[in-house]
Nanobody, 126 residues
Framework: QLQLVESGGALVQPGGSLRLSCAAS????????IGWFRQAPGKEREGVSC????????NYADSVKGRFTISRDNAKNTAYLQMNNLKPDDTGVYFC???????????????????WGQGTQVTVSS
């Protein structure tokens, strides 16, 4: 059974950094792209970043490009999102997902059985 567990969220001041982790199990991790999404209070969930399975190529939403870096460790079945120079607009619950498509500007198609987990809360505030 496919499972993803997000962690690493916290309260951080503007300009600070966080690294989120997405621990995967129940499927062949190296065969799939992984994406990060976020949902701010009162807003729809949006794609943040994604990484291909084999090449490791990455895509980012315009709002985070140059500040966030996605990576993966196939030996540990874990994906990461390094977030630097955080802004209040980055506040939200962050989720990861297994992808069928990782497209330009973090346009993504989720695998049908990749349901949303609990996510991890990121709050950027002074």
């Amino acid at each position: 059974q496919l499972q993803l567990v997000e962690s690493g969220g916290a309260l951080v001041q503007p300009g600070g950094s966080l690294r989120l982790s997405c621990a995967a199990s129940g499927f062949t991790f190296r065969n799939y792209g992984i994406g990060w999404f976020r949902q701010a209070p009162g807003k729809e969930r949006e794609g943040v970043s994604c990484i291909y399975n084999s090449s490791g190529a990455t895509n980012y939403a315009d709002s985070v490009k140059g500040r966030f870096t996605i990576s993966r460790d196939n030996a540990k079945n874990t994906a990461y999102l390094q977030m630097n120079n955080l802004k209040p607009d980055d506040t939200g619950v962050y989720f990861c997902a297994v992808l069928l498509l990782c497209g330009d500007r973090a346009t993504m198609v989720r695998r049908s059985d990749s349901t949303w987990g609990q996510g991890t809360q990121v709050t950027v505030s002074s």
